[in-house]
């Protein structure tokens, strides 16, 4: 199946410093991938969906300005979180859709990047 | 709004079989999705319904009834590695608008 590279596994780091978040689709070319955070049990909620080559539509309650997201070519899409503050702490994952002529459409997750504010 | 509902917590034990039920109410509905993952991992595809019906895939099947707005995942001979959160999720639409979860139903398998 389709793999998607996400990095990295996990950071940690200062509060008000940011972190970039990478997600790669490595076989296929992805024009949409999707952002997801999920905090300790719970769902994965969608922050933002990321369109190659226009900006990246986000959901109600997400900052845009503070989840910067950049889908410059066709097989990566990155998630900048700018001036973390502990409350920014979760589990992030990203997803790219393929769509196969047996199946309407299919996602393929990243690894998922656990991020920690201190 | 959109709203899809599934158990918290299920138990089970060894070589028993177990049902997983979701149901949905959501605005567009382009298909079913279940996802299994395991703490701290991301979640891994096990099943797509778009159609009324059972889909069967070795120990895993999965039920959909659109008119009802009702899925089951069905897991048979659970081993100890089925022991995961199980997530439903509806595709709204085709025209790029991503899934959206319930919640997740958390099963333990037990020796």
């Known amino acids: 199946g389709a793999v998607v590279s996400q990095h990295p596994s996990w950071v940690i780091c200062k509060s008000g410093t940011s972190v970039k978040i990478e997600c790669r689709s490595l076989?296929?070319?992805?024009?949409?991938m999707f952002w997801y955070r999920q905090f300790p049990k719970q769902s994965l909620m969608l922050m933002a969906t990321?369109?190659?080559?226009?900006?990246?539509?986000?959901e109600q309650g997400v900052e845009k300005d503070k989840f910067l997201i950049n889908h410059a070519s066709l097989t990566l899409s990155t998630l900048t979180v700018t001036s973390a503050h502990p409350e920014d702490s979760s589990f992030y994952i990203c997803?790219?859709?393929?769509?196969?002529?047996?199946?309407?459409?299919?996602?393929?997750f990243g690894s998922g990047t656990q991020l920690s504010v201190l | 709004g959109q709203n899809i509902d599934q158990p918290t917590e299920m138990t089970a034990t060894e070589g028993a079989i177990v049902q997983i039920n979701c149901t949905y109410q959501?605005?567009?509905?382009?298909?079913l999705f279940w996802y299994q993952q395991h703490a701290g991992e991301a979640p891994t595809f096990l099943s797509y319904?778009?159609?009324?019906g059972l889909e069967e895939k070795g120990r895993f099947s999965s039920f959909l009834s659109r008119s009802k707005g009702y899925s089951y995942l069905l897991l048979k001979e659970l081993q100890m590695k089925d022991s995961a959160s199980y997530l439903c999720a509806v595709s709204l639409n085709q025209a790029g608008t991503a899934l959206i979860f319930g919640k997740g139903t958390t099963l333990s398998v037990s020796s």
């Open positions: 076989d296929f070319q992805a024009t949409t």
């Open positions: 990321s369109n190659e080559g226009s900006k990246a539509t986000y």
């Open positions: 959501t605005s567009g509905f382009n298909g």
């Open positions: 997803s790219a859709r393929v769509k196969e002529e047996w199946m309407n459409e299919k996602l393929f």
């Open positions: 319904n778009v159609l009324d």
